[in-house]
């Protein structure tokens, strides 16, 4: 069974740095992009961050580039994100995501970040 | 930025009627690269369609895709209380994989 387990969301303070991680197993984990996909409350998805299988690519979403760090141990099966400078509107569930290309197929459950002084 | 555009915003239906849910891309997705989830709340999002038309293992062939370049729309031929939901359209080609704001699926 496929399975992705989010872990690290806190209540923070604006300015604040927080690390997430995820763990994989199901599946291969080294034959997946890997993607943090965040849920604002009461707002749609936002895509934020993907890594190549090899973690050597790394992309993201404007409003984080400089502040977030997507990383990977394919030996631990493990996903993370490096949060820093954290804003209010980083204030989210943040989701674990990961597909063969850039659809993304697996899922985990989210792990809740808030931002607030 | 490729930005998504789904309509309508919410759509109130009953058992067994069909829905059809609208994405059109401000420009044309490469390959058609792009897919459909349903999101529950509390849930994890299910992927249901890829590369516009390809339906995801394990989803009933109630659902299907279509469309190319930059108009794109899933189809529920005939809707079960248990679609209730919000539907995401997002084009997995160019960076950043920009998501459309969501369709609300209410079932009366």
């Known amino acids: 069974e496929v399975q992705l387990v989010e872990s690290g969301g806190v209540l923070v303070q604006p300015g604040g740095s927080l690390r997430l991680a995820c763990e994989a197993s199901g599946f291969t984990f080294t034959n997946y992009y890997m993607n943090w996909v965040r849920q604002a409350p009461g707002k749609g998805l936002q895509w934020v961050a993907i890594i190549e299988r090899d973690g050597s690519e790394k992309l993201y979403v404007d409003s984080v580039k400089g502040r977030f760090t997507i990383s990977r141990d394919n030996a631990r099966n493990s996903l993370y994100l490096q949060m820093d400078s954290l804003r209010v509107e980083d204030t989210a569930v943040y989701f674990c995501?990961?597909?063969?290309?850039?659809?993304?197929?697996?899922w985990g459950q989210g792990t809740l970040v808030t931002v607030s002084p | 930025e490729i930005l998504l555009t789904q309509s309508p915003g919410t759509l109130s239906l009953s058992p067994g009627e069909r829905a059809t849910l609208s994405c059109r891309a401000s420009?044309?997705?490469?390959?058609?690269?792009l897919a459909w989830y349903q999101h529950k709340p509390g849930q994890a999002p299910r992927l249901l369609i890829y590369?516009?038309?390809n339906r995801a293992t394990g989803i009933p062939d109630r659902f299907s895709g279509s469309g190319s370049g930059t108009d794109f729309t899933l189809t529920i031929s005939r809707l079960d209380p248990e679609d209730s939901a919000v539907y995401y359209c997002q084009q997995c080609a160019h960076s950043p994989l920009t998501f459309g704001q969501g369709t609300k699926v209410e079932i009366k």
């Open positions: 420009q044309s997705v490469t390959n058609n690269f």
């Open positions: 590369d516009a038309s």
């Open positions: 995501a990961g597909g063969l290309g850039w659809t993304t197929e697996h």
